[in-house]
């Protein structure tokens, strides 16, 4: 029997499936403050990204509709990244995972110093 496709379907598959770019959460982290340009974008990355690879990810989050790319006809040229209305739903959603990175963050310290006896804190 073949696995169905759930995407469309079911809202956890359908989300991991749109942000499955490795950078994806990062970069709708960075745009919740407004719009950035994309050298801005490359300097703020924790690593050091390709302008290929940041160039890709991005252009795949405005195919899903979660971020706009803004264009300006100027030389040099300027483009500006920005969350979309669907993209500033999700700020609810980073600001969980941030809390919960923390948490997470905090368990890692605490089992690596000893601190952590059969799953729990001490």
Known sequence: ??????????????SQKVLSGKWSIY?????QEGPVRFNELQ?????????TTLSRQLKTLEEEGLIIRR?????P??????????????????????????????FVKNKNTGKYIDGETT
């Open 77 to 106: 040229p300027k483009v500006e990244y920005s969350l979309s209305e669907i993209g500033k739903k999700f700020e609810s959603v980073i600001t969980a995972l941030g809390e919960w990175g923390n948490d997470y963050l905090e």
């Open 27 to 31: 970069l709708l982290y960075l745009l």
């Open 43 to 51: 300097r703020k990355m924790p690593e050091d990204i390709t302008h």
């Open 1 to 14: 029997m073949a696995k169905r496709d759930l995407f469309g379907i079911c809202p956890y598959v359908t």
């Open 71 to 75: 264009e300006y006809s100027q030389i």
